[in-house]
């Protein structure tokens, strides 16, 4: 059974990078897509982007700029960049398989953009 | 982007009955193969969302019966068919037709 493990910095100040890594344990890149959504309480869940194992990646256009997704098959693990934070960007950032469906979730990584 | 507007925003329900949430799509989400590429999770308190439907009608692993979908173009409907109290979260659709992909606002399953 897949299952993905998340982690990365919690606390960023604004302008920083939001760095974040997730893992796949039990199971392999394959032909699946691999996205980043994130959570927060006034615009609920976002689709960040999405990777595959060849490194082809697709971003949401209302982040791109500031988005970079890659990819390490030779560690099972993709990661999420993104640059210059601000408040806004304070949430629950999510790892999961699939992009046209999501099946198998990371448990979240709470990162907060404060000063 | 396509919007997808839930309603109820709250839902109580009394164990043992049904409940319906409604999806709404701005746009149609009828491709030209036939499907229409609608999913919806639930999220349970403290945990991640969680896949329950996809691609409109297919329930995900491990999925009871009770849980089905309906719907066509723009108007979607999940439908609990008795609800139990560890169905208690918080449901989203999501529009998987177009990218960026977006959810719907979020429906809170509540029990009586």
């Known amino acids: 059974q897949v299952q993905l493990q998340q982690w990365g910095a919690g606390l960023l100040k604004p302008s920083e990078t939001l760095s974040l890594t997730c893992a796949i344990f039990?199971?392999?890149?394959?032909?699946?897509?691999w996205s980043w959504v994130r959570q927060t309480p006034g615009k609920g869940l976002e689709w960040i982007g999405e990777i595959n194992r060849g490194g082809s990646a697709n971003y949401n256009p209302s982040l791109k700029s500031r988005v970079t997704i890659s990819v390490d098959t030779s560690m099972n693990q993709f990661s999420l960049k993104l640059t210059s934070v601000t408040a806004a960007d304070t949430a629950v950032y999510y790892c999961a398989r699939g992009t046209q469906y999501m099946d198998v979730w990371g448990k979240g990584t709470t990162v907060t953009v404060s000063s | 982007d396509i919007v997808m507007t839930q309603s109820p925003l709250s839902l109580p329900v009394t164990p043992g009955e049904p409940a319906s949430i409604s999806c709404t799509s701005s746009q149609s989400l009828l491709h030209s193969n036939g499907h229409n590429y609608v999913d919806w999770y639930v999220q349970k308190p403290g945990q991640s969302p969680q896949l329950l439907i996809y691609?409109?009608?297919n329930r995900a692993s491990g999925v009871p019966d009770r849980f089905s979908s309906s719907g066509s173009g723009t108007d979607f409907t999940l439908k609990i068919s008795r609800v139990e109290a560890e169905d208690v979260g918080v449901y989203y659709c999501m529009q998987a037709l177009q990218s960026p992909v977006t959810f719907g606002q979020g429906t809170r399953l509540e029990i009586k």
């Open positions: 039990g199971g392999s890149f394959n032909d699946y897509y």
């Open positions: 691609v409109n009608s």
